[in-house]
């Protein structure tokens, strides 16, 4: 059984910095892309940041400049370092782990609260 299990979340006031951590269990093959989503109260689930096999990177408009996704050093594992961060970024906080060889599937971890305030 696959498992991904986010950490680092937490209270930070605006401007102030995070970093989210993620690491997998009991998978055998390098997940192809692995990245962040977030959902904030009353929208929908969104792509925070994604980073593919060949190291190829993709951000959010709203966070681009300000967050950077990277691999861990161990097998199937990502970080995302959060900078200069607003309160428009207070949300639950997904991990993301896909295998795309011929088909596609997703594994998620339970998600972890990033919240910004004063």
């Known amino acids: 059984q696959v498992q991904l299990v986010e950490s680092g979340g937490g209270l930070v006031q605006p401007g102030g910095s995070l970093r989210l951590s993620c690491a997998a269990s009991?998978?055998?093959?390098?997940?192809?892309?692995m990245g962040w989503y977030r959902q904030a109260p009353g929208k929908e689930r969104e792509l925070v940041a994604q980073?593919?096999?060949?190291?190829?990177?993709d951000y959010s408009d709203s966070v681009k400049g300000r967050f950077t996704i990277s691999r861990g050093n161990a097998l199937n594992t990502v970080n995302l370092q959060m900078n200069s961060l607003k309160p428009e970024d207070t949300a639950v906080y997904y991990c993301?782990?896909?295998?795309?060889?011929?088909?596609?599937?997703?594994?998620w971890g339970q998600g972890t609260q990033v919240t910004v305030s004063s």
């Open positions: 009991g998978s055998i093959r390098r997940f192809d892309v």
């Open positions: 993301n782990g896909q295998l795309t060889f011929v088909t596609s599937t997703s594994f």
């Open positions: 980073i593919f096999s060949g190291g190829r990177t």
